[in-house]
């Protein structure tokens, strides 16, 4: 299994752009996190859908960030429009029901 | 709420010494707790965790941890640390009756080896 597939890796933007990070979880996973990571913050949990469904979004920080899952093969996490402040990157993982979660490789964002 | 503390933001060893990484944690329900090791540049791949059974738990790479419920702690260790041990290592904590397989992270923990 190639595992959770991110994109783009690396992605650089200007303030007020928008920015739409990809994810692809493990096939037969139902479960699928998203995270973001600084060096401020940690690793803090953006949003949780399982069965394709949002379940939790209360860490998603405003309304600038929207997270969608059309299907079980594909999420998208979305920034519009974007800040400095957003410069982070951004893991997806999947679960199948089970206690561990498979992280992806991770989108580094920049936002200048 | 749940919540977990690692002590020390980075912690150095000499190659061969022993690694010991602490991690506490707060839950008001049994946990199941994780280590989470992360390489520069890479995603977060597991050591090893703990849900039920034997407290005392053995992961990959030589890394084992020990649930300690009375002091509410899953510290990680290792007898002899590797140079390919350098990395960053995070400790995280589930609740099991949520169903939802959310972790919570504590902030890492990088350790680095010194030859």
């Known amino acids: 299994d190639a595992g959770v597939i991110q994109s783009p890796r690396h992605e650089v933007t200007e303030m007020g752009q928008e920015v739409t990070l990809r994810c692809k979880p493990i096939?037969?996973?139902?479960?699928l996190f998203w995270y973001r990571q600084t060096m401020m913050r940690g690793l803090e949990l953006l949003i949780y859908?399982?069965?394709?469904?949002?379940?939790?979004d209360s860490g998603m920080p405003e309304d600038r960030f929207s997270a969608k899952m059309p299907n079980a093969s594909f999420s998208t996490l979305k920034i519009q429009p974007s800040e400095p402040r957003d410069s982070a990157v951004y893991f997806c993982?999947?679960?199948?029901?089970?206690?561990?979660?498979?992280f992806g490789p991770g989108t580094r964002l920049t936002v200048l | 709420a749940q919540s977990v503390t690692q002590l020390g933001s980075h912690v150095s060893v000499s190659e061969g010494a022993l690694v010991l990484l602490r991690c506490n944690y707060s839950?008001?329900?049994?946990?199941?707790l994780f280590w989470y090791v992360q390489y520069p540049n890479q995603g977060l791949q597991l050591l090893l965790k703990?849900?039920?059974?034997?407290?005392l738990v053995k992961g990959i790479n030589g890394f084992e941890a020990e649930f300690k419920k009375s002091e509410t702690s899953f510290h990680l260790t290792k007898p002899s640390a590797h140079m390919s041990d350098a990395a960053e290592y995070f400790c995280a904590v589930s609740d099991p009756g949520a169903g939802s397989y959310q972790l919570t992270f504590g902030k890492g923990t990088k350790l680095s080896v010194i030859p």
């Open positions: 703990y849900t039920t059974g034997a407290t």
């Open positions: 839950s008001s329900v049994p946990p199941y």
């Open positions: 993982a999947s679960t199948a029901d089970s206690t561990e979660q498979f």
């Open positions: 096939s037969g996973h139902n479960s």
């Open positions: 859908f399982n069965n394709n469904v949002p379940i939790d």
